[in-house]
């Protein structure tokens, strides 16, 4: 509850610091431990999507490629709503191979990167590596790409775990 004062604060819908749930004791709840997909899971997830759109673009499979392969929180892909846009395709640089994450669309570190698919010899990754990565998230990117505008609207995340948990 306190937070969703807080949020109606930034959105302009509340007083400034107005918030009667300050003071109300937090429930603690226990979280799981996420779970981590294998490679194989992750590309037959990929496969199945698209198999299922018979080749019609899905911001499904951006959101799964981008997410393990480019290490990107899903408010980066999709931006929170009434806060910050998320990731661009004008953002994705297939030339140079890298991302551009925008301040306004950060949420990891809140400052503006690149994460770049190339060799860096000082953190020990070579051309190789960086070019099989990267390789493998353009493979399923380039069928989704659009010129212009977001790579996922937001909420695309509920449908994807809505499917998989039917599935």
Same mark, same amino acid.
């Given at each position: ?10 959105? /302009?819908? +509340? ?10 004791? *937090?429930? *603690? ?11 194989? #899971?992750?590309? +037959? ?21 981008? /997410? ?16 910050? #846009?998320?990731?661009?395709?004008? #953002?994705?640089?297939? =030339? *140079?191979?890298?991302?551009?994450? &925008?301040?306004?669309?950060?949420? =990891?570190?809140?400052?503006? &990167? ?5 060799? =860096?010899?000082? +953190? ?14 353009? +493979? ?5 790409? =659009?010129?212009? /505008? ?14 998989? *948990?039917?599935?």
């Amino acid at each position: 509850m306190c937070h969703l004062y807080k949020r109606a604060s930034v959105w /302009g819908w +509340s007083p400034s610091g107005f918030n009667p749930a300050k003071d109300v004791v *937090r429930l *603690r709840v226990r979280r799981k431990e996420p779970s981590v997909w294998s490679a194989d #899971d992750l590309r +037959s997830c990929l496969q199945c999507y698209q198999r299922q759109l018979h080749g019609k673009p899905s911001t499904r499979i951006a959101i799964l490629a981008l /997410g393990p392969f480019a290490g990107l929180l899903l408010s980066e892909i999709e931006g929170v709503a009434g806060e910050r #846009d998320g990731l661009s395709w004008e #953002d994705i640089d297939f =030339k *140079r191979r890298h991302i551009h994450i &925008r301040l306004e669309a950060a949420r =990891k570190l809140a400052e503006l &990167r690149y994460i770049t698919f190339t060799a =860096k010899p000082e +953190s020990g990754l070579s051309e190789d590596p960086a070019a099989e990565i990267w390789n493998a998230m353009a +493979s399923w990117l380039l069928p989704e790409l =659009k010129l212009i /505008g977001p790579v996922a609207g937001r909420k695309s995340q509920g449908d994807i775990n809505r499917e998989l *948990r039917d599935a």
